[in-house]
Structure formats: structure tokens, C-alpha cells
């Protein structure tokens, strides 16, 4: 099992930044990908920004320029950056994390961005 831990979320102003955090423990050998979603209310769940053991990132066409993933492998932790956010980025984001071929996901962290 993996478990995963989500930090800073929170409410901004359009125009500023966030960076969110996710922590893994537990079994985290054969992890392969690490990630973010998103949730809007109403909304299906979408791909954010992903990293893969190799390094690669991809990014969904609405962030990209704006956001940027990155891992510390060390700490078993993915960050993502968030910059001038947009009233349409307001959603529960999700950390996930692909171990072989399980997917594991955190418990949700609420970014609000509103003037």
C-alpha cells in the first residue's frame, strides 16, 4: 500500500500562486508515476501534470506555461507549482501516484482562486 499525504492548497487572488505537495510512504518501490488531477464541482476528474520515474512530464493544455511539476525523489515527494492562477483552475486536486499497476490517490487538496 501507498499512502499519500496533500499540503497547500488554499484560497488566492487570480494572478497569484500556490504550490502543492504530496508525500508518499509505505511501499513506494515500483512507483512509476506520480501525479496531479483535478475535480471542479460538476466536472469529471482531469489530468493536471504527471511525472514519470524517468523524468518526462506532461502537462493538460490548460496549465501548460503556467504550472510545473517536479519530484524529489529522495523524499518520495511530487510538488506542483501553480502560477497565475485562473478562477477556472478552482478545484479539489488529487495527488496520484501509479505503483505497478495500481493507482493510489490522496485525499484531496481545495484550491480556490477568486477576487
Known amino acids: 500500500q501507498v499512502q499519500l499525504v496533500e499540503s497547500g492548497g488554499g484560497l488566492v487572488q487570480p494572478g497569484e500562486s500556490l504550490r502543492l505537495s504530496c508525500a508518499a510512504s509505505?511501499?513506494?518501490?515500483?512507483?512509476?508515476?506520480m501525479g496531479w488531477y483535478r475535480q471542479a464541482p460538476g466536472k469529471q476528474r482531469e489530468l493536471v501534470a504527471v511525472?514519470?520515474?524517468?523524468?518526462?512530464?506532461n502537462y493538460a493544455d490548460s496549465v501548460k506555461g503556467r504550472f510545473t511539476i517536479s519530484r524529489d525523489s529522495a523524499k518520495n515527494t511530487v510538488f506542483l507549482q501553480m502560477n497565475s492562477l485562473k478562477p477556472e483552475d478552482t478545484a479539489v486536486y488529487f495527488c496520484?501516484?501509479?505503483?505497478?499497476?495500481?493507482?493510489?490517490w490522496g485525499q484531496g487538496t481545495q484550491v480556490t482562486v477568486t477576487s
Open positions: 496520484n501516484v501509479r505503483r505497478w499497476e495500481y493507482d493510489y
Open positions: 509505505g511501499s513506494i518501490s515500483g512507483i512509476s508515476r
Open positions: 511525472i514519470i520515474s524517468g523524468g518526462s512530464t
